[in-house]
């Protein structure tokens, strides 16, 4: 059987568990507490010299890590990812969008906000690096927006594996802070990825 | 004819430029100022929403944005993207670890120092941001360093993609400050990169 090793809270991990139950493969989640550095063991190390979740143990024991390379993987010749090849070019361009302008923002304000922000609330430069992030995160939001102003979704015009890697942070991007008043093709595309049949919710923990 | 819209600095761009020249691909070079904007016109929004360089523009006018995806779109049904499923989604890890963990350290701390801290440099603020970007270069470059150790490439034990996508900024990684002397196996990595047939320079600028 398929191993998850993940965090509940973390979108990155959550992408992968959606798509897990999406395509009805069975799998073993394993928690480890990146707050605590269980990431960080010599141990987790042999399975991700980068020291993240998520990361994919297949049955005979190769490791696979980086969510985006995870979704790949899962979704090869199933209908997640599209068969034809500019199409699937499409899915990775949003994928990587995602993982460079998007969550680079968006998830880690979300981060400080939920873990370390009662530590550094009073430092100017938390305070202004935080800024920051807000406002690329708008400017990924703007870019989502004007895409989806016209597109059901974000690659081969239909649900794919490019929208599951930009579901997982928008979602809760207002635990970030982040306000999608303004993004309102960004919140009807909300709808219609949650309205996808075998849809989970990224606190569900039990996939037996 | 296929159209690379580039900047001539950019190790992103550099990536795409490299894998045609190596696949022998004639393409047309644009290159666009990203200082003076040049990526953020209506037009420019038009081939990529997110303002970005590099951008692939095929014959038919269809565009492509994100080195990762242009990478994996050129390299598919060549030696350059493994056939393997597994060696393929490894080649993808790599090349999203770069993106996320390596690319906004090490090619950032490399744009600040060339292009903006005659302006930034008494800011204690950027001070900060510059020394949080350095230490987590080193930190990828360790990865590489552990991976490299014992790995002559990053995927499926030969160049491919994922070794393009980490030598752009790896090896101009001095012009962000970055001494690669304690990282011996990444050294040697560079140097067997660059003695692969039809290597190009990053400032290579005519390809026809």
Redesign the interface.
């Known amino acids: 059987m398929l191993t998850l090793y993940d965090y509940l809270e973390s979108g990155n991990g959550y992408k992968c568990r959606l798509l897990l139950a999406q395509l009805g493969l069975p799998f073993r989640l394993v928690l480890k507490d990146i707050l605590k550095g269980e990431t960080r063991t010599e141990e987790f ?1 042999r399975l991700n ?2 020291g993240r979740i998520p990361v994919l143990v ?1 049955e005979d024991g ?1 490791a ?7 979704l ?2 899962l979704a ?1 010749g199933t209908p997640f990812l599209p068969e034809d ?2 199409a ?3 899915a ?2 949003w ?3 995602e ?3 998007h ?2 923002n968006i998830a880690v304000a979300r981060f400080w906000r939920h873990f370390v922000w009662a530590e550094r609330k009073d430092d ?2 938390w305070q ?2 935080l800024d920051e992030r807000m406002q690329r995160g708008h400017q990924a939001l703007e ?1 989502m927006q ?2 989806l102003t016209g597109h059901d979704f974000f690659a081969a015009g239909r649900y794919s594996i490019a929208d599951i890697a930009l579901y997982a942070y928008t979602h809760v991007a207002d635990e970030g802070g982040f306000d999608l008043a303004a993004y309102p093709a960004v919140r009807a595309w909300l709808d219609r990825v949650a309205d996808q049949p075998g849809h989970v919710l990224i606190t569900q923990a039990d996939f037996s």
Do not use: D, T, W
């Not at 696979?64 to 995870?70: D, H, M, V, W, Y």
């Open positions: 190390l010299p980068n297949l190769r696979l890590a980086e969510s985006g390379a995870i790949c993987y090869e090849r500019f699937r070019a499409q990775l361009q994928i990587f969008f993982q460079y302008s969550e680079p100017p430069y202004r690096a870019v004007r895409h």
